[in-house]
């Protein structure tokens, strides 16, 4: 599920429903989230997959003007949709992206307008890389070989998008300071390794003021850092 908050007035939540088995069918909902009390009300459809399949959603995204959203599955199919939020039935899907046939772990927007995608993979050790694609060229950026020893379970943007925190199975955390281009790929620059857990990383929010990032593990615990050293300043257990 994902929540997206232009103003008061306007706000919407985009989920996916369908369950890994038995086989089910797949839909991507939206509901207006403008007035709370009727959230109750029947959701608006964006897609629904008529078919039943085994694969099933594993992510959403919503870019930060509110226009596009991302959805990832267990096939490792990544799918946009420009969103008609008066009309949902009518929004548009922009691409469908295949990429490694591995279920994808997360996936985020890289600018404001959701011309830049970045997601990643699940469960091999050959998925420690971040991909980026350009939707608006339908064409993939050279991928962000990371220095992660394991699979990367996590991707988190700020608000301001001038950090990408990626999580690992290799209990660690990377804090990526991004550069973005109008018609650029990102730049992925000086990764600081945020190093404490003492089990796989599965969770990762950046504090709205940018200059905190919480991350949660199988250790049981949660670790704040501070985003310009690095450093640990917190940990809950």
Known sequence: VAW??????QSYIIGV???PRPFTQRRVVLWDAGNLQQLNDTPNLIFEDKQPTDYYFTKVAICTNGHRIAVGDSEGIVRIWDINIKEPQNSKLVIELESLNLPISDLVFLDHDG??????HNGTQKTHVINVYDINSDSLA??????????????AVNKDITYLATASADKTVRLW??????????KFNNPKILAGHTDIV??????PSSMRLASGSHDRSIKIWDTETGIEVLTLW
């Open 202 to 207: 599965t969770a990762l929010s950046f504090h």
């Open 115 to 120: 011309r830049w995608i970045s997601f990643t």
């Open 17 to 19: 429903t369908g369950t």
């Open 4 to 9: 997206w908050q232009g103003s008061p007035a």
């Open 142 to 155: 050279t991928p962000i070989i990371t220095d992660h020893s394991d699979y990367i379970t996590r991707l």
């Open 177 to 186: 300071s991004l550069q973005l281009s109008t018609d650029k790929a990102p």
